[in-house]
């Protein structure tokens, strides 16, 4: 089986950095997902790391180490619009397995 | 424009009725799913199909059922069993990949949900 274990709640302040850590176990990995998801609103897909190493797509990057089966999503410049519960996720031969989310508040 | 779609965006019901919520995709992806979401919590599985006339149980499929006659359509019913039915409900599609024997799923692409509550 798969867990993921991120923690529940993040508070940053707007124009800051901050850092959403992943732990993962697994029993077949093939790499690691970011969703966003706001308040009443559907999960939309954010970045994927198939590979050890840094992913980044303008503000947001992910990154990835199997050995450590750990990964995080940096989000910079943080916007006040950034606030958002943020999961992550383990795609594989079974179904999604999603961490429970963590809740991320951008405070002016 | 494709997509995923998900009907009725709020829906209420009176204990002890069945209910039907709609999810259809015209991405042409294999894989469907059904996820339930309480108020600050995370997502979590009640069923999935990864192929047309096939679907598996997920983690809380007791008091639903579905089908999956045509690649396009998941719909998910709640049954009266369900005792604690008032969620957000989230149906999602994802490709399925042949990775040597096994299928892998991708990304997962998520419809708007239906918020469901009991009266």
């Known amino acids: 089986g798969q867990s993921l274990e991120q923690p529940s709640e993040v508070t940053a302040v707007e124009g800051a950095i901050v850092q959403i850590n992943c732990t993962y176990q697994?029993?077949?990995?093939?790499?690691l997902s970011w969703y966003q998801q706001h308040d009443g609103g559907a999960p939309t897909f954010l970045s994927y790391n198939a590979l050890d190493g840094l992913e980044e797509t303008g503000r947001f990057s992910s990154f990835l180490s199997r050995s450590d089966s750990y990964g995080y999503l940096l989000l910079q410049e943080l916007q006040m619009k950034d606030s958002a519960s943020y999961f992550c996720a383990a795609p594989g031969n079974t179904p999604l397995v999603f961490g429970k989310g963590t809740r991320l508040s951008v405070i002016a | 424009d494709g997509g995923i779609t998900q009907s009725p965006k709020y829906l209420f019901r009176k204990e002890g009725q069945n209910v039907t919520l709609s999810c259809e995709q015209n991405?042409?992806?294999?894989?469907m799913y059904w996820y339930r979401q309480d108020p600050g919590q995370g997502l979590r599985l009640i069923y999935y199909s990864q192929i047309v006339n096939d679907f598996q149980k997920g983690d809380i499929a007791e008091g639903y059922s579905v089908s999956r006659e045509k690649k396009e359509s998941f719909p998910l019913t709640v049954t009266s069993a369900q005792k604690n039915p008032t969620a957000f409900y989230l149906c999602?599609?994802?490709?399925?990949?042949?990775?040597?024997?096994?299928?892998?799923?991708?990304?997962?692409?998520f419809g708007p949900g239906t918020r469901l509550t009991v009266l």
């Open positions: 697994t029993s077949g990995f093939y790499g």
């Open positions: 999602a599609s994802s490709p399925r990949v042949a990775r040597g024997q096994h299928f892998y799923t991708d990304t997962q692409y």
């Open positions: 991405l042409n992806h294999d894989a």
